[in-house]
Nanobody
Framework: QVQLIESGGGLVQAGGSLSLSCAYS????????MGWFRQAPGKEREFVAA????????YYAVSVKGRFTISRDNAKNTLYLRMNALKPEDTAVYYC???????????????????WGQGTQVTVSS
């Protein structure tokens, strides 16, 4: 049974930074492609970033590229998202997700992932 638990969300002013973590438990963490998604009020859940099982390949949504950095520590079974230069439009519930099977990072659809965390709220004030 795979379990994902996000942490690190909170309230930050525009232009500020925040780091999210996702603790993984279950089968071998390195056997999964990992991703971050977000859902703003009244909107569908959207892709933010993904990272390959080995951490050598990453992929970002256009809206966050250059500001956000996804990383993973397979020894600690943890996924990270470093968010810089935050904007009010980044306000959302952020979810981490796991995709079975080793592969690249270009998995951007909700249906591409098998397991989801419960989410953590990120609020960016203007």
């Amino acid at each position: 049974q795979v379990q994902l638990i996000e942490s690190g969300g909170g309230l930050v002013q525009a232009g500020g930074s925040l780091s999210l973590s996702c603790a993984y438990s279950g089968r071998t963490f390195s056997a999964y492609v990992m991703g971050w998604f977000r859902q703003a009020p009244g909107k569908e859940r959207e892709f933010v970033a993904a990272i390959s099982w080995g951490g050598t390949s990453t992929y970002y949504a256009v809206s966050v590229k250059g500001r956000f950095t996804i990383s993973r520590d397979n020894a600690k079974n943890t996924l990270y998202l470093r968010m810089n230069a935050l904007k009010p439009e980044d306000t959302a519930v952020y979810y981490c997700a796991a995709r079975r099977g080793r592969g690249g990072s270009t998995f951007v659809g909700n249906h591409d992932y098998d397991y989801w965390g419960q989410g953590t709220q990120v609020t960016v004030s203007s």
